[in-house]
């Protein structure tokens, strides 16, 4: 007795509370949080997102104080924030897990990293990376004459490597020769057969001798998006034939002692882990007769492709991994290791030339939500002489909460603990089974409504009126839905139904491009209101007028999920949201679609003693910059409604304060950025 008094009193407590509480870990366990924003994201007693840019190493930031902080310094949203410490942890982390791995495996050779600058060619991250880098000799990466001039003016240790990969022309290898000279390390990757003529061609014109490396085109086939990138139908890489000739082509032209790397790249995010075990086995073994034939080598290039857990869920799905970053050191490692010892030829330096990994965690974007689609929530009072159609919705609706209405306060009172089956007072059908029913009826009814409209039987308000009570019955019922246990399929269909549209500030096509074109999926979720239960379903639209300008698709721990668990908004208060691990590739495949530009962008750095450091601003496109980028003057534009506006004035139709006003919103609107003012 004495014990069962303490445990009463706690049902009654709960009984009394409704549902238990919702907890910030409930959010972080919703939205995947706890998997995929280890260790750099999680949410704090207050329900926000909180930011630790040196991981567990301490120092964190509350990133809504953060965004308010940001927008009191006259920036706006959507915001795009580069937190550069992150991206200096993420370096650490990948030298960390090779250290590691060489001591574990007793491997006599070194890992030297390079960046891809097609990841990301923001100026200041590529500072950065080359930064941080030098204590690592870390190098960069150039797939083209462009990124050769980054990559050829920002590295500037003679110790790290410039990998010069891509399609090449006379001038461009030309330059990689004589950067050399710069005190430069430029290695030309073959990757084309033709490609030799013009290397031999170059350094015996130049009289200089290159670095060279040969791209093998690998038959082992990664899975997933990037699949095809590898394999006898590749785009870059040399087959083993063609491996043969390049080899005896530099023989012949005494350049042989200049070949010191072989590099492959078996696709972007690599998900299982077997594939790139393959991978380093045969390129092990192509490694091994390279330095058969005579080729000096010392460098194996691993490529890219080490993946990113978007999802938290560790497993070998799209928008996940099935291994971690010290697993992938560990693979390199000893494979290598495995391949070359036994024929007593000296370990090579592991090269990779890792971008996803390295600059995906380090950017957020955080964008505003300007308003939801609804269902019509209200129910339209009874007319005088409805038409048939339109009462069998009625009573439908009223079956559904007609007990409410009969048994008054009490009812309500009781409701709102009890089963639908107390509500509906349906004798002995199960409260499913009855829902299923009901939603069945009104769908049917909706149908009838519909068609009665179309053959002239029905009046516009009328069909308003059968719109408006199906979607009272769908909500009706959805409120009845148990929050646990099995589901009808058609039920749960229903919820989705009753799925909002949140409008987004932002275009997919400039922020996250790769959302629409080859259905990446990137962690979103509310930065804010974690402490909330979030009680609605719903999806993005952003500002685009384009039905795919949409984030529909969301990370569900290893699957895909079309709706997201969002909050209701609250008149007067923003709904941030944030798109987070998108560092990689989006910002330079992003477009103009709609003439939407860059946003405004920061680098934020951990405060020596707390709080953080702005170190950079970016603003975002104006209005008149990317009206530029398409040829059009904005001079010439106002100029033109300037002159329509004197000739209006002329008529009478605008008053001269009229046209100052008109004047004055298009002349800051070319100032501004191209998203919408709050
Ligand atoms: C794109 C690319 C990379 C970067 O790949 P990640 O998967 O981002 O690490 C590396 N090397 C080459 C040759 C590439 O084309």
Redesign the pocket.
Known sequence: MVLAQPSLAGEMAMAAAGPPAWTPADSASLYGLDGWGDPYFSVNARGHVLVQPQGERGGSLDLVDLVQGLQGRNLSLPLLIRFDDILEDRLERLHAAFARAIAQYGYAGRYQGVF?V??NQQRHVVEQLVESGRRWHFGL?A?SKAELLIALSLLDDPEALL?C??YKDQRYIETAILARRLGRQPVVVIEQADEVERIIRASQELGAAPFLGI?AKLSTRSTGR?GS?VGEKAK?GLSIPDVLATVEALRQADLLGDLKLL?F?V????NDIAVLKDALQEAGQIYLQLVRLGAPMGFLDV?????IDYDGSRTATAASTNYSLQNYANDVVATVRECCEPHGIPLPTLV????????SHFSVLVFDVLGRSGVPGTVPPLQANEPLIVRNLRDTLAGITGLLEERGSEAIARSSDTTPAATLEAGDVPPLERLQEAWNDAIKFRDDALAAFRLGYLSLPERAMAEQLSWACAEAIAGQLPASGPIPEDLRALRAALASTYYANLSVFRSAPDTWAIDQLFPVMPIHRLNERPDRLGSFADLTCDSDGKLARFIDRGQVKPLLELHELKPGEPYWIGLFLAG??QEVMGNLHNLFGSTDAVHIRLGAGGGYRVDHVVRGNTNAEVLEAMEHDPELLLERLRVASEAAIGRGDLRISEVRRLMDHLETSLRQTTYLQS
């Open positions: 891809p097609k990841c990466e797939g990998i990969n891509g791209r990037w990138s870059f590099h790249h696709g972007s995010q690599i490529g890219g492709g080490l993946g990779s030339e890792s971008g996803r990994a390295i600059a990689a590739y």
